[in-house]
């Protein structure tokens, strides 16, 4: 099949003008101005669009869709946390299943054809419907409540997903975060990517709570967990990103999500690190208005050189799955961010934290057919901010070379 556009937007390269892309089976063979790219195969005329990469959400919880609008945002992060929980605890695994699928069709409607999703009900996981989009399913780790975790149980999960030939699933682990999840459990998760080469998320410094929990061993997050009875030795000494990083818990492969509440020595560790050795930073701009969180310093970890991805996280903290979305509140932060820059954030960059840099996040030989389709009716050189400003459901979508909206 030839794909025809107005403009075609490979994020590997500069915009093409009258652009053509050839998709084969669920492979890009070719892509360039139409009047050089020849083939027998039929010309599919997409019209006045600009044909480009699918975005890849590189954090939410889809588990949560049916959350939107249900907590209010709460006094304290410990009291939210506190209330998430029991709002958990009254979902059947019903209420799951449909969250998880009203959550794929609005990543789909929104232009999101990889998501990158934590896994907290881990017993659902036999259940989990055969996704819709390339998925990234992260299994949650949680040890607080003395939850059993084993290598074992992750290597069973595992092999369930690897039994399914042709899906678009594909398996990660998330420890929860360092208040919910001991070291040994970021070592055992660790272990276990390198056996079986996954990918691995965890939240870092998403709250001032989290930050006076370990730097200062007090605050209302330090509070509650002590009340669990959580070991809380390991408070008082570092901050949450510094606490992992200088115990080995987490290296230059884990995708962390916020990272928000970074002091100078934070950021000293991050400038101390090799250009390809910074871990990654996913940063959710809804989700950080509804907490009313300190700016983000996208800036400062710009500059740094860290590989810097926009999520949407899960609907219980922000309003909707659109990454477009995303990337307009992260403007409104940030006005001199590029759109360019701003789309490599949801294309290149999120592709490159999964290792997949050949296969997604840009048009080009030997990627997957994973594209699509956004009106345009400006002139080549304001495409990425029209794409941008593009705000109704993307009309065309293909995900691994089939057409799944039109
Ligand atoms: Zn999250």
């Known amino acids: 099949m030839i794909l025809r556009a107005r403009i075609v937007v490979p994020m590997d390269g500069p915009p093409i003008e009258n652009g053509a892309v050839v998709v084969d089976g669920r492979q890009i063979m070719a892509v360039g101005p139409a009047s050089q790219i020849r083939g027998s195969e039929p010309v599919h005329d997409l019209g006045d669009v600009a044909l480009m990469p699918g975005l890849i959400n590189a954090h939410t919880h889809l588990d949560y869709t049916m959350l939107r609008g249900a907590i209010f945002s709460q006094p304290s992060f410990a009291a939210w946390v506190r209330r998430i929980n029991a709002v958990k605890r009254s979902m059947d695994s019903d209420d799951c299943l449909k969250s998880i699928a009203h959550g ?15 896994a907290s009900f881990p017993e659902l996981m036999p259940h989990l419907p055969d996704p819709p989009i390339r998925t990234w399913w992260f299994y949650e780790m949680i040890d607080v409540r003395h939850r059993i975790t084993t290598e074992d149980v992750v290597k069973g999960a595992l092999s369930f997903f690897q039994h399914r030939a042709g899906s678009l699933a594909s398996f990660g682990l998330s420890p929860h975060a360092p208040f919910t999840a001991s070291l040994d459990l970021y070592r055992l998760a660790n272990g276990c990517a390198q056996s079986f080469s996954m990918p691995l998320t965890t939240h870092v410094a998403e709250s001032d709570e989290e930050f006076e929990m370990f730097t200062a061993a007090r605050g209302p997050l330090h509070a509650m ?20 990083w200088d115990t080995g818990a987490i290296n230059a492969q884990w995708m962390l999500a916020h990272m928000n509440e970074l002091n100078d020595g934070d950021f000293d560790l991050l400038a101390s690190l090799p250009r390809g050795g910074k871990p990654t930073i996913i940063h959710c701009p809804g989700t950080h208005r509804y907490f009313r969180r300190a700016p983000f310093a996208w800036r400062r970890l710009d500059e740094l ?6 999520g949407t996280d899960s609907l219980a903290s922000t309003d909707s799955l659109s990454l477009l979305g995303e990337l307009r509140r992260l403007r409104e932060a940030e006005p001199t961010l590029s759109a360019e820059r701003l789309l490599r954030t949801v294309t290149r960059h999120p592709a490159r934290a999964l290792r997949r840099e050949a296969q997604l996040g840009k048009i080009a030989p030997g990627a997957l057919a994973d594209l699509i389709a956004v009106p345009v009716s400006g002139s080549v050189a304001r495409v990425h901010e029209e794409i941008v400003q593009f705000d109704r459901p993307i009309p065309w979508v293909m995900i691994d070379g089939e057409i799944r909206r039109s």
């Open 104 to 118: 794929f069709d609005e990543c789909l409607r929104w232009g999101t054809t990889t998501v990158c999703t934590i």
């Open 225 to 244: 967990l002590a009340s669990m009875r959580r070991p809380m030795g390991d408070c008082g000494h570092a901050t949450p990103f510094g606490h992992l």
């Open 305 to 310: 050189g860290v590989n810097l991805c926009t």
